[in-house]
Every structure is written in structure tokens, then in C-alpha cells.
């Protein structure tokens, strides 16, 4: 056997690993009317804490959590026109988000004013809509906590 014909299935395997590094790092992107967004937190100690700490120092306040459960949500926060909610459920190392969201909007038709009703959150392609501000908030928080995401409905 010659030194060439050694060398060459060590060669393919490498030239495979490196075509699909890609694939391996990266991110998943949401898809149209996801509305989870679960983290792998890298350091799971304090997670419950650490999650109840970030929403204060982003502005939210929070509206309950249980440690036993490992569940916290936030009060609402305004963001333009519009406000949103965050829930978190920690399972493991596993950070489920999920969101509200409710317009800022009132009108009165007929002596009849709008009401004010909080909406499951989900992802919205456009940029340039308030919802997807909302959801980028959102997001951001979420990526705060780990850089294995994974979004769904």
C-alpha cells in the first residue's frame, strides 16, 4: 500500500467535516407564526434567579413566579404602540419563552370603546412592523441566556 492511498479517506473525511461546519453552528431562524423560543442555557445555575434578575434590569416587572415550578412571568412592558408580556419555563437546562402581546391603540365607535386583550406573540416576516419590534425584543432577551435556539409553535 502506498503512502497515497492512506492518506486520501483521511483526506475525504476532512474535506466532509469542513463542508458541514455550517451546518453544525448554525442558528435556526423563525419561520412564519413561531411562538416559542427555547434556549439551552450553557450554565444552568441560578437560571430561575438569573431569568427573574434579566427581566428587571430590561424593565419588566414581575407579575409571579414559582421556584418549585421553575416558572416566572413578567408584567407588561410598553414598546411604541404596542406592549408585551414575557413567560418563562425552565426544564433542566431548557428555557421555553413564550409572549403576549396587546395593542396601546383605543378607539370608540358608536360610544363603544376597544378592548385591551393580550395575544400569544408570534413571529411576523416583515421588518418593519411593531410586532416584529416586539418579537426582536423578545428574541434578544431569549439569546441572552444561551446560544442553542430553537424556535416552534
Known amino acids: ?25 448554525y442558528s435556526q431562524e ?9 434556549v439551552t442555557a450553557a450554565d444552568t445555575a441560578n437560571l430561575f434567579n438569573r431569568i427573574c434578575l434579566a427581566m428587571l ?3 419588566y416587572s414581575i407579575e ?6 421553575k416558572f416566572v412571568s413578567s408584567t407588561e412592558k410598553t414598546l411604541g404602540s404596542r406592549s408585551i408580556k414575557i413567560r418563562a419555563i425552565i426544564k433542566d437546562s431548557l428555557i421555553v419563552f413564550t409572549g403576549q402581546v396587546a395593542s396601546n391603540s383605543t378607539f370608540t365607535i358608536y360610544g363603544m370603546k376597544n378592548e385591551r386583550v393580550f395575544k ?7 421588518k418593519e412592523s411593531s410586532i416584529n419590534k416586539i418579537w ?3 428574541d ?8 442553542k435556539i430553537k424556535y416552534s409553535k
Not at 11 to 22: A, D, G, Q, R, T
Not at 120 to 126: A, D, G, P
Open 136 to 138: 426582536n425584543e423578545f
Open 1 to 25: 500500500m502506498s503512502y497515497f492511498q492512506i492518506k486520501i479517506p483521511t483526506m475525504k473525511k476532512l474535506l466532509f467535516f469542513l463542508l458541514f461546519i455550517p451546518v453544525f453552528t
Open 57 to 59: 434590569d430590561k424593565g
Open 30 to 38: 423563525p419561520s412564519k407564526d413561531d411562538t416559542k423560543i427555547t
Open 140 to 147: 434578544s432577551f431569549a439569546k441572552s441566556f444561551g446560544k
Open 120 to 126: 400569544e406573540l408570534h413571529y411576523i416576516k416583515t
Open 64 to 69: 409571579s413566579k414559582d421556584a418549585t415550578l
